[in-house]
């Protein structure tokens, strides 16, 4: 499938997808959700890729929604907002949550609205400098969606959640790192090289590991204790019986760097 909206590349076991629409600020339309969904079905089927890699081209990660797909001329009903979500965006989000590999976000720019909350959602964030995060719903009458009202108060706490949910104001990189939404701040011209560093390293590493350590720590926020421990019982069950486990045994008695295979 040739792609209008986004990027999509593949190198050794990392896969990229860069959304393209830079003259849009890579806002949301139709056509890129489909592109999307195809893209991460793709990285998903294909067996080779152990890690991805999401960024946006031009100035900005992704503003948000096209409103220019919203405006509602004199007498037109109001268009079913729950509906886009439960068709495109949930399902998007639901994707790269269940994507059995590490999901890493580069924020190249500005991360407004769904865009902010794509990126949250990814498991390591890493931002430029001079990129920022706005949860700019409240100026439209909106709820922050795509996994907003989720993610916010896990990874910020309630108090933080509900200023940034309510005011809409603009939260710098490295405020965002400080409050612990993301994991790491870079200097606009390096930013791409160490998201790209960081993708290969993980892309080496026992994979299906992380791939259960993703569904452990998601699965964590809903859990009692006794419930985690016994999800931790299962999942360290499934990993003591992979090939990586073996390899990375032998290695560690051999004094020897591993050679895993995410399997």
Request: charged share 20%; aromatic share 4%; net charge neutral.
């Amino acid at each position: 499938m040739s792609y209008n909206t986004i990027l999509f590349a593949a190198e050794g076991a990392v896969a990229t997808i860069t959304l393209n629409r830079p003259d849009k600020l890579n806002s949301f339309t139709a056509e890129m959700h489909r592109e999307l969904r195809d893209a991460v079905g793709r990285v998903r089927d294909g067996g080779t890729a152990r890690c991805l890699l999401l960024t946006g081209a031009g100035r900005g990660f992704c503003a948000g929604q096209d409103l220019s797909d919203r405006v509602m001329g004199e007498g037109a009903a109001a268009p079913d907002l729950g509906h886009t979500l439960a068709t495109l965006y949930n399902p998007l989000v639901m994707s790269l949550r269940a994507l059995p590999l590490p999901v890493v976000c580069a924020v190249n720019g500005v991360a407004a609205g769904a865009g902010a909350n794509l990126a949250l959602g990814c498991d390591i964030v890493l931002a430029a400098r001079s990129a920022s995060f706005i949860e700019a719903f409240c100026r439209l009458g909106l709820v922050p969606d795509a996994g907003g009202t989720y993610l916010l108060p896990r990874l910020a706490g309630t108090a933080r959640a509900m200023g940034l949910a309510m005011l809409g104001d603009k939260l710098s990189a490295e405020q965002a790192a400080d409050w612990g939404l993301i994991w790491k701040v870079v200097d606009d011209a390096k930013l791409m090289d160490e998201a790209a560093t960081l993708a290969r390293h993980l892309a080496t590493q026992p994979t299906k590991g992380l791939a259960l350590i993703k569904q452990a720590i998601h699965a964590s926020p809903g859990n009692s204790l006794e419930q985690q421990l016994a999800l931790e019982s299962t999942l360290q069950r499934e990993a003591g019986r992979s090939n990586d486990y073996r390899e990375g045994v032998a290695a560690f008695m051999g004094k020897r760097p591993p050679k895993f295979t995410g399997s």
